[in-house]
């Protein structure tokens, strides 16, 4: 038998859970399905989980580390009453209510749980290099974020790898803090537009190496260096770093909700209106259909307006069934 639930939360990020506090306030009991620790897309807890300190998060004057934030978020869900389900919804069906969900492998029988509303909070990841080193020294030199982590480079040699908007927009932000700033690009030109080109060029303290990939990643306990390999010669050299941002693009998580969402062509979901989706009843907040701020405070902004619409929806539904 499935189980039903007036409100169902997919994803524990700072959206996910945010809207879980909201919508536990308000009496809906929700059950929030976090994700899987051994998944890379919707891990529970989100991108903060692989952050370390994080000191633009208002309320912390000395800063927090990323999974002691969000263990804070879990604990006054859970407070309020929200229950959190360690899975991976692996597949839906949005097109009759009550929706269904399941989060097992067998896709064959009855859904695991139905819902009267949905949210909708996987949010998305950051595409990386696939580099053995990166993951390992992601938040000690590694970073996929300047905004976040700008400010601990100031007065440092760090790199950008990437060569569209968003790698010319990290790497002009840099320059505020860091000496230097170099971009690694894989071709002798870059995709990013005129107006980009044209500040990056224009900026003193960034450099360029062209036609070139990192193939490795330097240092203990900190980045110290990158390896780069030039792709017409082969040849491997050395690049002295403090830090390494990768901007190479992100992906959204919502590979489970194709057919059933309307998803924009960079595949984050469309929202209409605050944090509506194209089917009644289903509101999507944080990055998943965010792919402009990516900050773990917008997020969570957008998880107290998925709660309100959705509250207020189920409220009028109700009203009129």
């Known amino acids: 038998m499935s189980e039903h639930r007036r409100l169902v939360v997919v994803g524990s990020g700072p959206a996910g ?43 912390f004057v000395d800063g927090v580390m990323g999974p002691e934030l969000m263990a804070a978020f879990r604990g006054q869900a859970q407070r309020f009453g929200a229950e959190l389900r360690t899975a991976k919804v692996t597949k839906v069906d949005f097109t009759e209510r009550p929706f269904r969900l399941w989060v097992a492998g067998d896709h064959g029988g009855e ?44 007065g440092k040699d760090i790199a950008v790898v990437g060569g569209g908007d968003s790698a010319l927009e990290e790497a002009l932000f840099l320059t505020k803090f860091a000496d230097s700033v170099t971009i690694i690009h894989r071709r002798g030109e870059l995709r990013a537009s005129k107006v980009m080109q044209q500040r990056a060029f224009a900026n003193p303290k960034i450099a360029f190496r062209w036609n070139a990939v990192v193939v490795d990643v330097e240092g203990e306990s900190n980045v110290t260096g990158v390896t780069v390999r ?39 979901v469309r929202t209409f209106d605050g944090t509506r989706t194209s089917v ?30 959705a509250e207020r929806w189920l409220e009028a539904s109700h009203e009129t069934a």
């Open 17 to 59: 859970l945010t809207a879980a506090i909201y919508t536990a306030r308000a009496q809906l009991e929700p059950l929030v399905i976090e994700g899987e620790p051994s998944s890379t897309s919707d891990q529970p807890g989100g991108q903060l989980m692989l952050t370390t300190e994080v000191e633009n998060f208002p309320g």
């Open 111 to 154: 859904p695991d749980v139905t819902a009267d509303a949905v949210i909708v909070a996987t949010g998305a990841q950051s595409i990386m290099l696939g580099l053995p080193n990166e993951s390992r020294l992601l938040g000690y030199g590694v970073s996929t974020c300047a905004t976040c982590d700008g400010f601990f480079f100031r």
């Open 230 to 268: 030039d792709v017409a010669t082969g040849e491997e050299s050395s690049l002295p770093l403090s830090g390494l941002f990768v901007a190479i693009g992100h992906a959204p998580n919502t590979a489970v909700f194709a057919g059933q969402l309307e998803l924009r062509d960079n595949g984050y």
């Open 280 to 309: 009644e009843g289903v509101f999507a907040c944080g990055d998943v259909q965010d792919d402009v701020y990516r900050q773990a405070i917008t997020a969570a902004g957008s998880g107290c307006q998925a709660a309100i619409d």
